[in-house]
């Protein structure tokens, strides 16, 4: 379906918006589902196509998945298959987070690779190399990550893992492929993200003996007995953090709840040096699911601030197009440096569409503040230039539509009708290919 949106400038966004499970985090409890025989259930999933395109990835190993609502439902059966299906996993990158799982259930994975990604580059290369040191034989064959520690002499043993960079992706896949490893495993150097402590909690509470979520050292001891569990998805930090941006951009004041703002606390930071206001908020019970809320008003035009992404505890690589969104109407100049995804600065000639005062060189992005920008139809290469580009036409003179916005809606469950209720003037518009 071609669809885009259209975007109008228009006042500041003003009321609050609830944010529910988060994309990064619900995909990979639904892999570590396969750990256990029996019925996991997640709820507070987020109502996004990756949802039930997992679910496909999980039907092609031999589970069972209901998805209703914000719940899903996961019967694993006693024997995997472990090959995953080409047609599923290609739709779906994240899919490959099902690596780990099968090695540690099957003592063998074959997962496709998932193919190119409008962001950059993604090696698998770590999540390989940590497999290795597990005792598992692991290369690339026929297009498929092929994975084995089957056979005489071969199996997991827990062993010590230093990662070249804190690869979220290579940090969760060997994590759990260590749960059922002889002896104990330590990864250093690992991803600290809050989505790899979810997946750390809900490890726990299926019986993994993990310890250090949270840090930069996870240690496994591995061989546990796992049964499944009933685990509730993590507040999605990126759409919260979305919403923020856009609150500072229009002079807005916007409560966001179901997200934790700790999780935030550096985004928080850099909108208070862009002269927002921000604080915790404690909802009534009543409102949301009780989680903790953050509330961010703002006033007259932004200043700028510089942004450099890095891992997490840095500023988060998926909220960079929101940064350079914001820097495209602050008073003054901003840098931003790109250090995850180097692919990702093709979302700012969109912007110079936009009227965006910038320029790019390597990992680097200077944009020069002007007081508005001119509306021009823009597309969005992905989910979060997506979002970026929504959120400069609430900010550009007349209608900027923004095109290939089935990005957007797999990240952002129901974005037009959160920033509608929030007061901005974006419309959905379903039409016959236009480009
Ligand atoms: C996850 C998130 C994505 C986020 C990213 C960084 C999901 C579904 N996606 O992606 O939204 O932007 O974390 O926070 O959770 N790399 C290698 N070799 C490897 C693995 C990674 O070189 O084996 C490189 C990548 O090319 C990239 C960097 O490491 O430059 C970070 O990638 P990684 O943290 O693994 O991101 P993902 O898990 O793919």
């Not at 950059?120 to 940590?130: F, I, T, Y």
């Not at 759409?239 to 004041?253: L, N």
């Not at 469950?413 to 290919?433: I, K, Q, S, W």
């Amino acid at each position: 379906m071609n669809e885009h949106f259209v975007v109008r400038g228009a006042g500041p966004l003003e009321g609050a918006v609830d944010v529910v499970g988060a994309k990064n985090s619900v995909l990979k409890l639904m892999a570590a589902a396969l750990l256990a025989e029996g019925r996991t259930t997640i709820t507070n999933c987020p109502r996004i196509l990756d949802v039930p395109l997992m679910g496909d990835v999980l039907r092609s190993l031999g589970c069972d998945v209901s998805v209703d609502g914000d719940v899903v439902v996961i019967d694993v059966p006693a024997e995997l298959n472990p090959e995953a299906d080409y047609r599923s996993v290609s739709r779906l990158r994240a899919s490959v987070c099902v690596l780990g799982p099968l090695v540690a259930r099957c003592r063998r994975a074959v997962v496709p690779l998932p193919g190119g990604d409008a962001i950059g580059s993604r090696p698998l290369d770590m999540h390989q190399a940590g497999l290795r040191l597990l005792g598992a034989r692991s290369e690339i064959s026929h297009g498929c990550v092929v994975a084995e520690a089957d056979g005489p002499g071969v199996a997991l043993r827990g062993a010590q893992i230093w990662l070249d960079f804190p690869s979220v992706g290579a940090t969760e896949n060997i994590l759990m492929a260590s749960v059922f490893a002889e002896g104990t495993t330590v990864i250093d150097n690992a991803a600290r993200e809050p989505e790899i402590v979810d997946l750390v909690r809900m490890l726990q509470e299926m019986g993994a003996k993990i310890s250090g979520g949270g840090t930069s050292t996870l240690t496994v001891h591995g061989g546990a007995d796992l049964t499944p569990t009933t685990h509730r998805v993590i507040g999605d930090r990126i759409v919260g953090a979305t919403w923020a941006f856009a609150a500072v951009m229009t002079g807005g004041d916007v409560t966001v709840r179901g997200v934790d703002p700790h999780h935030l606390d550096l985004v928080l930071d850099k909108l208070t040096q862009a002269g927002a206001t921000t604080e915790t908020v404690t909802p009534a019970p009543e409102a949301g699911n009780g989680a903790p809320a953050f509330r961010v008003r703002a006033g007259g035009r932004p200043r700028s601030v510089d942004w450099v992404t890095l891992p997490y505890p840095g500023f988060a690589t998926d909220l960079q197009p929101m940064a350079i969104a914001l820097s495209a109407v602050s008073d003054g100049t901003s840098m931003i440096t790109e250090n995850v995804f180097e692919g990702r600065f093709r979302f700012v000639e969109e912007m110079v569409r936009l009227g965006a005062d910038a320029r790019t060189d390597g990992h680097h992005a200077v944009v020069r503040g002007v007081e508005r920008l001119s509306s021009a139809p823009v597309w969005a290469s992905d989910i979060r230039a997506g979002a970026g580009l929504v959120l400069a036409g609430l900010v550009a003179d007349g209608e900027t539509e923004v095109w290939d916005v089935a990005h957007i809606d797999r990240g952002y469950p129901g974005f037009v009708e959160n920033l509608t209720a929030l007061g901005g003037d974006v419309h959905r518009v379903h039409a016959p290919p236009q480009r």
